[in-house]
């Protein structure tokens, strides 16, 4: 078990290793996006929970304020838009260099190879298997920054709703 997991996190260390030698800028600029996006998901619950207090007070809520906190989560929904459309544009960039980095290196071991290894039916099966899964490589960043995002995210809500710590109730 304990193999399994040395293992999965060598894997993830070496995709992430791979990533900053395709473009140290599009990892970078990809990881500050996930955070960023997950942090306006959780600044998002904000002007929300001011709009439902309102709503749920007896004398209910004013109108000029229901519209500065509405137009805050309009602002938040524009920027998370933008950041995703970037993002997306991002991974599309990186990905081509992440899979170019992996061609060459599947090539240069192509060419390092003995030419006798290539009449042997399981080195050729188990080159073709390699270039299959090779590109496997930008999801597994992918699923990495997700995780990243979502752990912001989950982390940042249970700090946002502690009372002690934003709201000064104890």
Known sequence: MINKWKNLLLSVVYCVRLSFQASAFYTMARVIGNVLLALIRVANIYPLKFILDGISQKEGIQIANAVQWLALMAGL??????????????????????????????LEKAVDADLGVYDAPDYYDF??????DA?????????????????????????FWDKRIFWGQY
Do not use: C
Not at 79 to 89: G, V, W
Not at 127 to 132: C, D, H, K, N, P
Not at 138 to 146: F, R
């Open 77 to 106: 929904n524009i920027l998370r838009i933008l950041i995703e459309n970037l993002d997306i544009y991002m991974q599309r960039m990186h990905d081509e260099l992440f899979q170019k980095l992996i061609s060459e290196r599947l």
């Open 127 to 132: 080159f073709e298997t390699i270039q299959a």
């Open 135 to 159: 590109f496997s490589f930008p999801q597994v960043l992918g699923d990495i920054l997700e995780w990243i995002s979502a752990m912001f995210s989950f982390v940042g809500v249970f700090l």
